[in-house]
């Protein structure tokens, strides 16, 4: 299938690669090519089976109103958007597009949300979340950390989880769940090592959402890949 893939980045470029190697077309373009989603018009995206964006917030609402209006597919990979969503899924429904959105594609992440629901069940248990991310990262705290205190307010709906948010370097990505009673401390502890993992991720939930019409979060459907 043909693939294109908006963002340059670290993780755009990243995304590109696994779909070739996967053997998809690519075609790749920055955020300079497609200021505004000027590059995504109706011949564009109906020759693309899937979009995948890995840009900024702004951008990345942007090139979702714009694929999601034409009835195209997007994954969007992207965070710090969501006041949006019920704006995008209605788009998606309204025009029998696809949307699958994720505040992270890291399919260990995936298993430390499911970790982490368990985790929440105990009682007796204060929770806290620290997550690091690299200095250039524009939102904080993260869609992942933010996900994660969701899962555990969900199961504890008296709990109010604190995050606390660290930007150093070129930190790929650290959550730290931690419970803690007054008897024990117990934690739950994903490190990133490279960003392949989110590419990878990506990829595949492109690959699922190819055909489809509808809005899925990447949670939702991680154990159909």
């Known amino acids: 299938m ?3 893939v908006l963002g340059k980045g670290k993780t755009g470029s990243l995304v590109a690669e696994v779909a070739r190697e996967r053997g ?22 109906a020759g693309v089976d899937v979009v995948i964006d890995f840009t900024t917030p702004q951008s990345a609402v942007e090139n979702m109103r714009a694929v999601l209006a034409l009835g195209g597919r997007i994954v969007v990979g992207t965070t710090g958007w969501y006041e949006k969503l019920n704006e995008m899924k209605t788009l998606a429904h309204k025009r029998h ?7 992270n594609f890291s399919l260990g992440v995936q298993k430390l949300f499911a970790l982490t629901e368990l985790l929440a069940k105990l009682d007796g248990y204060r929770f806290e979340i620290a997550e690091t991310h690299h200095t250039s990262k524009l939102d904080a705290p993260s869609g992942t ?10 199961q504890r709906p008296d709990a109010q989880v604190e995050i606390t948010s660290h930007r150093v370097g070129d930190a790929k990505g650290v959550h730290v769940v931690i419970a803690t009673s007054d008897n024990d401390t117990l934690e739950l502890r994903h490190e990133a090592l490279s960003r392949r993992g989110f590419a990878l991720g990506a990829v595949r939930g492109a690959e699922w959402l ?13 154990d159909q890949l």
């Open 210 to 222: 190819a055909g489809k019409s509808g809005a899925w979060e990447f949670r939702e459907i991680f």
């Open 145 to 154: 950390a933010i996900t994660l205190g969701q899962i555990i307010e969900a």
């Open 24 to 45: 998809h077309g690519v075609r790749v373009l920055d955020l300079a090519e497609n200021r505004g989603a000027s590059s995504l018009t109706a011949p564009t995206v």
């Open 97 to 103: 597009g696809g949307l699958l959105f994720g505040t």
């Open 2 to 4: 043909l693939i294109l």
